[in-house]
């Protein structure tokens, strides 16, 4: 966590700075990122602490609001008719993709446990 949230911090410095001109280097964003996950570490419980709530809620608002706004502006400026990426291809082509879309969902993210054990569940004769 520490590392990735110090490259991310350190992606952004370059984002915004440029590349030759970053505030600090990708060692000292890890550094900097370091502190942050020591000193949360060090609360003693963040169910108390409302500010972080209220601050995480504000920021749903705000990305809400930022998707809402330039989806509008989008559809304001007359801009083309997105075809949302799908290849030309025929039914049968589309339809294995959408499968594939769903496996890679379910396997992908923890349930291939449940499978097996599912495949278990299947083969006892239930009463």
């Given at each position: 966590?520490?590392?990735?949230g ?30 942050i ?8 419980d ?6 972080i709530?209220?601050?995480?809620s ?7 609001f930022?998707?809402i706004?330039?989806?509008s ?6 801009l083309?008719?997105p075809d ?11 339809a294995?993709?959408?499968m ?6 379910l ?6 446990s ?6 278990l ?7």
């Amino acid at each position: 966590m520490i590392l990735v949230g110090g490259s991310a911090m350190s992606t952004m410095d370059a984002m915004s700075n440029g590349v030759d001109d970053q505030v600090l280097s990708l060692k000292l964003w890890t550094v900097v990122m370091g502190a942050i996950v020591m000193a949360l570490s060090l609360l003693p419980d963040l169910a108390h602490l409302w500010q972080i709530s209220l601050f995480g809620s504000i920021s749903v608002f705000l990305i809400t609001f930022y998707c809402i706004a330039g989806s509008s502006v989008a559809i304001a400026d007359g801009l083309a008719a997105p075809d949302y990426g799908r290849p030309d291809s025929d039914a049968t082509d589309f339809a294995f993709s959408v499968m594939t879309s769903f496996g890679d969902i379910l396997f992908g993210y923890g349930f291939v446990s449940l499978g097996v054990q599912w495949q278990l569940d299947l083969q006892i004769p239930s009463l």
